[in-house]
């Protein structure tokens, strides 16, 4: 009898895109040899525990009806209710006692990252099928599959997703699993139900997904033919996912065709995920065959995890488009597949990446708890404590912590140093002390002053603030590095330019602007987050990919301080290949270095102390008319300086 491997699938992004394509030539295998009766028996000898904490009829019967149809066998606690978890037995202790029966635990539990919480504690795999309102990713893999067998492909094609995004968890699952097949989603929250922040975030930081939202009533629009929108990706590779606020005006770019929706994907709204005050349904989405009769939505077909309540009409049962039954009924040769594919990697070591940020071990006694209430941590106190990584950014104007187990992000407002008993407010130019603090185990975090001064913090303090930079002078500067670059470099085609996140980036990309602008040739451009190793290296050009070898590679970087960050870069650089050569060009040298590493181009000389901070701020975008440029340079010291824990950046 096979001994399946700890292959545990509590997110879907647990499955590469092969492991997904793979479960799928599985799961129609399993659906030929169903339709033909054909008795199987792989997982002979091997019994599936269904461990169910909440109401479930697909997912359940369909995992125990997989397992079955494969030889195996099931034992479930038909309802946890009525088990040890009744008398106050924890997870953890049920899961490893459960899998001293069992080969394989599934999992379905109310609280945001119980599925984490059973794959950590029990040396048998774990399937997630359904924690909170986070994510149900078996429920994802039958969505695709169908879809798949619909359309033919992921790659482009137009998803709308509407109803509760907030508390659905297949839609969370869902959404992840779209981006990274390349699809368009285009987000229709019931109102107040968008898509949470911590999604949004995790979206734009790691696929490059950009947003804004239309309403239900825009889209009625779009359905009704009246309005266009084009679904245009920004860049290649970043998709368009439309959330509230933005008018259907500043989403058309023009020029191109409109995007017809290929699927709607309606869910029911969650009332048992809301506080008890906030069961009553409201007026919410009801979907109907009128919203399929425009040109640009007569191919779509209609999904639905179900169960569903009033949002799906009864009279789209009988239309072909309605595909809703089929994703229930993919439910067994799909789970078959997940189950076969444990058995295909027996014996295998499962090879992860590591995550880019480190855990954060915070030192006794000031570790913070998890700001989500449905967080498991929250619930399963007396052994869990919250666990919190760096949550990857798009700029460091904040500070992001993200929980382990349910992945909800909280914004930090006040960082303190644990050895030198200071707090500080978090703003960007401290992100490089902040990394540096996590490395030593030094990091506290506090809401406010009043616990931070409570916990007997007292505050860094703040000397004056220089502007000495404004806005005609950054461009001036910019404009002195560009010719530099011009004048220096022979082959302007074999250049390209790296800008160190984040300001470098912005830099970089403004860089490559004003070169284009007088060469006509637009070198290549990526930004480097020297935090996050040679996985932080990403395009900004719209391209796929970004070449080292052979190239002369112009390194940016808004500030040269003691030179740390420049040869981070040049460490990770190298990682990536080898180029022909690195320049170096900053828009300000301070003058001082604690390494020897010297600029090739530079903005502007500033001479300073080295107890100053420098603090570079340059927009993102153009200035509209009539608004100030932010872009400004100021110089500040700290009357209290930061020297235990010596000079970052
Ligand atoms: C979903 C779930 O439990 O999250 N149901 C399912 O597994 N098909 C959707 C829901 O309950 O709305």
Not at 360 to 375: D, E, H, L, M
Not at 425 to 434: A, I, N, P, Q, S
Not at 596 to 606: D, H, L, T
Request: aromatic content about 8%; some cysteine; overall charge neutral.
């Amino acid at each position: 009898m096979a001994e399946l491997p700890k292959y545990d699938v509590v997110s879907i992004e647990d499955l590469s895109l092969d492991d997904i394509e793979r479960v799928f030539t599985l799961a129609d295998e399993f659906a030929a040899a169903l339709s033909e009766k054909r008795p199987l028996n792989l997982a002979s000898g091997l019994i599936m525990a269904t461990l169910f904490y909440e109401p479930s009829t697909r997912t359940r019967l369909s995992f125990e009806s997989a397992m079955h149809r494969l030889g195996g066998s099931v034992i479930s606690s038909a309802e946890m209710a009525a088990s040890s978890a009744a008398k106050g037995e924890s997870l953890a202790d049920t899961v490893r006692v459960v899998s001293a029966y069992a080969d394989l635990i599934v999992v379905r539990h109310p609280y945001d990252g119980a599925a984490r919480v059973a794959a950590e504690y029990a040396p048998c795999p774990v399937f997630n099928a359904g924690d909170g309102s986070r994510e149900h990713p078996t429920q994802t893999l039958c969505d695709l599959y169908v879809l798949l067998k619909k359309k033919g492909h992921l790659k482009g094609l137009t998803v709308a997703i509407c109803g509760d995004l907030t508390f659905g968890r297949t839609v969370h699952s869902l959404i992840y699993a779209l981006a990274r097949f390349g699809a368009n989603i285009v987000a229709v929250p019931n109102r107040g139900m968008a898509v949470p922040d911590y999604v949004l975030a995790r979206l734009a930081a790691e696929r490059g997904y950009s947003f804004s939202t239309v309403t239900m009533s825009e889209l009625k629009s779009l359905a009704g033919g009246l309005d266009a929108l084009y679904l245009t990706p920004s860049a290649p590779h970043q998709m368009a996912l439309f959330t509230a606020d933005m008018p259907l005006d500043a989403i058309r770019t023009g020029g191109e065709a409109p995007v017809a929706l290929d699927a709607f994907y309606v869910t029911r709204f969650q009332h048992e995920r809301r506080a008890p005050g906030e069961r009553e349904r409201p007026e919410y989405v009801h979907f109907d065959a009128g919203a399929l009769k425009t040109s640009r939505t007569q191919e779509a077909v209609v999904m639905h995890p179900l169960p569903r309540t009033d949002e799906l009409a009864y009279e789209l049962d009988s239309d072909p488009r309605a595909i809703y039954f089929e994703q229930a009924a993919a439910g067994v040769p799909v789970r078959m597949a997940l189950i076969a594919w444990l058995l295909e990697n027996a014996g295998k070591p499962r090879t992860r990446p590591e995550p880019e940020q480190p855990l954060i071990r915070f030192r006794v006694g000031t570790a913070p708890r998890c700001a989500n209430a449905n967080c498991i941590t929250r619930h399963e106190g007396r052994y869990l404590h919250a666990r919190f990584r760096l949550a990857p950014a798009v700029n460091r104007t904040v500070l992001m912590l993200r929980c382990e187990f349910c992945e909800r992000e909280v914004k930090v407002e006040y960082v303190g140093h644990a050895r030198s008993r200071r707090y500080y407010r978090f703003d960007e130019g401290l992100y490089g002390y902040v990394r540096q603090w996590i490395d030593e185990q030094s990091l506290v975090i506090f809401d406010d002053v009043k616990q931070a001064e409570e916990s007997g913090y007292g505050p860094y303090r703040r000397g004056p603030q220089r502007e000495v930079m404004n806005a005609d002078e950054i461009a001036r500067a910019t404009g002195a590095l560009a010719a530099q670059m011009i004048a220096d470099l022979p082959d302007l085609a074999a250049v390209s330019l790296l800008g160190v996140v984040s300001r470098g980036a912005v830099l970089a990309m403004r860089l490559r602007e004003l070169i284009r602008s007088q060469t006509g040739i637009a070198p290549p451009c990526a930004a480097l987050d020297v935090h996050t190793g040679p996985e932080g290296l990403h395009p900004l050009d719209g391209s796929e990919s970004f070449e080292v070898e052979d190239r002369t590679i112009v390194l940016v970087d808004d500030v040269i301080n003691s030179g740390w960050t420049v040869q981070r870069a040049m460490a990770t650089l190298w990682k990536r290949g080898r180029p022909a050569a690195v320049k170096v060009a900053v828009l300000i040298d301070r003058g001082h270095r604690a390494i020897p590493i010297r600029a090739n181009y530079v903005g502007k000389n500033i001479p300073t102390a080295r107890a100053e901070r420098v603090m570079v701020r340059l927009g993102e975008h153009e200035a509209a008319a009539g608004q100030k440029p932010i872009d400004r340079v100021v110089i500040y010291s700290l009357v209290e300086t930061l020297k235990q824990s010596g000079e970052a950046g």
